[in-house]
């Protein structure tokens, strides 16, 4: 079963620290992404890449950052964190050539006070 | 660009038969997907149509029109572990990242 694991399913940070959200994968995907979802809103891409060392912007990029220094782990980085942050932020991964499968980790619920 | 529509919330009884239907506007089209995922859950991935017609994974069934830009997500026999939230989400390429649907999110009743 693939598997793709989140650092926290709960966080909370203040108003202008840098956070850091840590996703994981196990089954050797090359695509990963990064995806908050709010109430009524759905799943918004923030970032994704296609392979180590890469990144792509989604459709809401700002105030975010990606590092992708291994192929199983991908990072999303909140240079200084606002209280419009406060979501929750879904980690997923999948195959080249199969992106209308992806695999999603449990979610962070990242509430910026 | 792309969007997607899809209601809000459908409710239907237990043993009953549901539909889901979901539009969508897009630049390119390669395929539609249908993800369910429960409260505090994951999304999971259950269907996804390249080619029109229907594809059918015990329970569930998905259908795809391209000339009309339409799919759905059919439901049968519904049991109280479907209720669940429900999104479509199409690609313009193998490798394009999904565009979500805003969900609906299904009630079922006994």
């Known amino acids: 079963d693939v598997k793709v694991t989140q650092s926290s399913r709960y966080l909370v940070k203040r108003t202008g620290e840098k956070v850091f959200l840590e996703c994981v994968q196990d089954?050797?995907?090359?695509?990963m992404f990064w995806y908050r979802q709010d109430p009524g809103l759905g799943l918004r891409l923030i970032y994704f890449?296609?392979?180590?060392?890469?990144?792509e912007k989604g459709d809401i990029p700002e105030g975010y950052s990606v590092s992708r220094e291994k192929k199983e782990r991908f990072s999303l980085i909140l240079e200084s964190a606002s209280t419009n942050q406060t979501s929750m932020y879904l980690c997923?991964?999948?195959?080249?050539?199969?992106?209308?499968?992806?695999?999603f980790g449990p979610g962070t619920r990242l509430t910026v006070t | 660009g792309q969007s997607l529509e899809q209601p809000s919330e459908v409710t239907a009884v237990e043993g009953a038969i549901v539909q889901i239907n979901c539009t969508y506007q897009?630049?390119?089209?390669?395929?539609l997907s249908w993800y369910q995922q429960h409260d505090g859950g994951a999304p999971t991935f259950l269907s996804y149509?390249?080619?029109?017609g229907l594809e059918e994974t015990g329970r569930f069934s998905s259908f795809l029109s391209r000339s009309d830009s339409y799919g759905y997500l059919l439901l049968q026999e519904l049991q109280m572990k479907d209720s669940a939230s429900y999104f479509c989400?199409?690609?313009?390429?193998?490798?394009?990242?999904?565009?979500f649907g805003k969900g609906t999110r299904l009630s079922v009743i006994a």
């Open positions: 890449s296609y392979d180590v060392k890469m990144k």
């Open positions: 989400a199409v690609t313009n390429s193998g490798n394009t990242p999904l565009v």
């Open positions: 997923a991964s999948g195959l080249t050539g199969r992106a209308y499968e992806q695999y």
């Open positions: 897009t630049s390119g089209f390669y395929g």
């Open positions: 089954m050797d995907h090359e695509n």
């Open positions: 149509n390249a080619l029109d």
